[in-house]
């Protein structure tokens, strides 16, 4: 499809307390925009306050797709993402306004954008093979028997690297084909072909002031009921620290508190320096991504206002004609 004759969508994307959700809401009060959430923990029901999911207010006067679909007991993959995503998209386009992708989980943004190799859908009875595996002899023990059948796999994962280590195995023994061979195949998946995507990247200047924003939010989550979220999550029984759910930062680092490895005090420590590190890994995956608007959200000594920052992004984004023609042209 011509580049004049795409659909436009645009990305919102940014580390972690950087105002990523505010900055959407402010465009749609400008642009004939609908948004999709791009966070991993959102996703998931009962992970409400500390994935910083906007609250039911916020949401009625400002709707999230790919908010709550899921129970925290069940997993989702980038390739589920990419289904999802591009479905959403393709519905808000049908009716002339243009998807806008919020979030701060780069690999979905990354899948979204390259398309991933066609690896079999996970099988539940393999997964638990492997994991009555781990549990019996350690992970250790199943990237060793990874290496046997994948050693280029293997030797690109750590034997802590669990959740990597089991679906690695899992589509080996569902394919009969080493992952590192079906990666090396084209990927599929891609909308970079059929919209045209204007991204926005929200980067701080003085890295000082996000990491205070991290801790005092965190400190809020916490005045909030963060705890107590976290400690029904855990009373229900049926889940487990393996979950991606329950990897989620922050609620690990309450998991571990709740079977009694570390004291709250500890646990919230934890917490914001793990946070503190997720937001650095966003900002390398930033200042390295491609094609993207950056914005910087402070001036050195204290935070942009929200009405600057959407400003700068208005100055960002194209004025053109919103698309009404035939996505499957």
Avoid at 152 to 161: D, I, K, M, R, T
Avoid at 182 to 206: D, H, M, T
Wanted: hydrophobic share 40%; glycine share 6%; charged share 25%.
């Amino acid at each position: 499809m011509a580049s004049a004759e795409r659909p436009p969508a645009i990305f919102v994307m940014g580390p972690t307390a950087s105002g990523k959700t505010d900055l959407a809401i402010a465009l749609q009060e400008h642009l004939p925009v609908e948004l999709i959430n791009v966070d991993s923990a959102q996703i998931y029901r009962q992970l409400d306050i500390g994935s910083a999911k906007p609250d039911k207010t916020t949401l009625a006067a400002a709707p999230h797709r790919l908010i709550d679909i899921l129970d925290p007991l069940e997993t989702y993959s980038a390739a589920d993402f990419i289904a999802d995503a591009t479905r959403e998209m393709a519905e808000i386009t049908s009716r002339g306004k243009i998807p806008l992708l919020v979030g701060g989980t780069m690999l979905y943004f990354k899948a979204l954008l390259e398309g991933l190799s066609d690896m079999p859908s996970a099988d539940a009875d393999i997964r638990a093979e492997i994991l009555e595996h781990a549990e019996a002899f350690g992970w250790a023990s199943v990237h060793e028997q990874l290496r046997a059948v994948d050693p280029e796999s293997a030797a690109s994962l750590h034997p802590n690297h669990s959740q990597r280590i089991q679906r690695a195995l899992e589509v080996y023994r569902i394919s009969g084909v080493p992952m590192s061979v079906l990666r090396s195949e084209p990927n599929v998946g891609s909308v970079a072909e059929s919209y045209g995507i204007k991204q926005i990247a929200l980067l701080p200047n003085n890295r000082k002031l996000i990491h205070k924003r991290i801790e005092v939010r965190f400190g809020k989550m916490m005045a909030d009921g963060f705890e107590a979220e976290v400690r029904a999550l855990f009373q229900r029984g049926d889940l487990h620290e393996d979950l991606p759910a329950i990897r989620s930062v922050g609620y690990r680092q309450l998991w571990q508190h709740m079977q009694g490895h570390c004291s709250l005090d500890e646990a919230v420590e934890k917490g914001i320096i793990a946070t503190r590190q997720l937001a650095k890994r966003q900002i390398t995956w930033l200042r390295n991504w491609p094609s993207s608007s950056e914005i910087q959200i402070d001036n050195e000594t204290e935070f942009l206002s929200g009405n600057n920052i959407c400003h700068l992004a208005l100055k960002n984004l194209p004025r053109a004609p919103i698309y009404s023609g035939n996505m499957e042209s």
